[in-house]
């Protein structure tokens, strides 16, 4: 499974689950792999050329935004945003919650189509499609 981390979350989370999951995934932070200016649609349409990867944002404005949103539905990326409450929470409790949620997430990338989009949540194990 490859996972990208958006700009809005700590490139430190996706270093720290890249080094724990080496070998089995390939965990990514935006500004790791693109400029920080980039736009979304610049890097949704750059990953989409790579495959389907598991996105992980706090950017609800993706799944908003009508230009964005046609750009990620149409790819083979699988979305998954912060609750507002997870998203504004400490560093420590946004990483604590994506390894809880972790596998669901892994569930989800092997059975959903692309341009799924999901919410993740501050107390439930499981996800909440965005419509």
Do not use: Y
């Not at 420590?92 to 990338?109: D, F, G, M, N, Y």
Request: aromatic letters at 8%.
């Amino acid at each position: 499974m490859k996972v990208f981390f958006d700009h809005n979350l700590s490139p430190v989370i996706a270093r720290a689950l890249n080094e724990l999951f080496k070998g089995q995934h390939e965990v990514v932070a935006l500004r790791d792999k693109f400029p920080r200016t980039i736009s979304d649609i610049d890097w949704i349409t750059a990953l989409d050329r790579e495959g389907r990867w598991i996105i992980i944002s706090g950017d609800r404005r993706i799944t908003r935004n009508k230009a964005e949103q046609a750009a990620f539905r149409a790819s083979k990326h699988i979305g998954m945003f912060m609750s507002p409450g997870l998203f504004k929470s400490p560093v420590v409790k946004q990483a604590e919650r994506l390894l809880a949620l972790w596998p669901s997430i892994k569930t989800a990338a092997g059975i959903v189509q692309g341009g799924a989009m999901f919410e993740l949540s501050m107390s439930s194990l499981k996800l909440k499609q965005i419509k």
